[in-house]
């Protein structure tokens, strides 16, 4: 069974450019989560799709950041226009079950903003 | 301030040790999620605990949920050098369930094992 994947695995970007971050979940999981961990700092949510919708978006910075997930599938993630600050590992988990049972992490996009 | 605390922050040990991590709360923890990183890859779920007393066992690897279920610690019985990475508590920290799987996360303990 295939895990959770990310891409790209990098991206270096300039400031003020758009890059957008894709993760597949595991087949059949219809918990999708982005995390973040920006340097020196903890990993920090994000925000929860159940399917398609978004469950919880509390973690999201600011309007710069856009989640999608189309038809429950896979996620994007669109950070535009991209700034320094937002350079950092963001990390895909999936679960079947919300909260109680274990996610399982993708290996992360790491961002580097330019 | 954060809202778990890991301790300590980086760690060398010589193979054969033992070794332990300890992730602290001033909340109670509905649940508290064990997970290993090693760089570049994804985390790796270690362990999951709910119960105040709670303690689960994976072969050398042991973590204890305290009975207020504020702390939780691992325990590394003789250590190998394929348990470096950095060790990460994350927690459930709202009430019910209510969080959905959204969890709080330490931040981090980087673990060094030399042959």
């Known amino acids: 069974e295939a895990g959770v994947t990310q891409f790209p695995s990098h991206s270096v970007i300039e400031k003020g450019q758009t890059v957008t971050l894709r993760c597949d979940p595991i087949s059949g999981h219809d918990n999708l989560y982005w995390y973040r961990r920006v340097m020196g700092k903890e990993i920090k949510f994000l925000l929860h799709?159940?399917?398609?919708?978004?469950?919880?978006e509390s973690g999201m910075p600011n309007n710069r950041f856009l989640a999608e997930r189309t038809g429950g599938t896979y996620s994007t993630l669109k950070v535009q226009p991209a700034e320094l600050e937002d350079s950092g590992v963001y990390f895909c988990?999936?679960?079947?079950?919300?909260?109680?049972?274990?996610?399982?992490f993708g290996q992360g996009t790491r961002l580097t903003v330019v | 301030s954060q809202e778990l605390e890991q301790s300590p922050q980086s760690l060398i040990v010589q193979e054969g040790k033992n070794l332990t991590i300890n992730c602290t709360s001033s909340?109670?923890?509905?649940?508290l999620y064990w997970y290993k990183q090693k760089y570049g890859e994804g985390l790796i779920f270690l362990m999951m605990l709910q119960k105040g007393g709670e303690e689960k066992s994976h072969e050398k690897i042991t973590a204890k949920l305290d009975e207020k279920k504020q702390q939780s610690s691992l325990h590394i019985t003789a250590s190998q050098p394929s348990h470096a990475g950095i060790y990460l508590c994350g927690a459930d920290m709202e009430a019910g369930g209510t969080s959905y799987g959204k969890l709080t996360f330490g931040q981090g303990t980087i673990l060094t094992v030399h042959p």
């Open positions: 909340k109670t923890l509905y649940g």
């Open positions: 799709f159940v399917k398609e919708s978004k469950q919880d």
């Open positions: 988990a999936s679960s079947q079950v919300p909260g109680y049972t274990e996610a399982f």
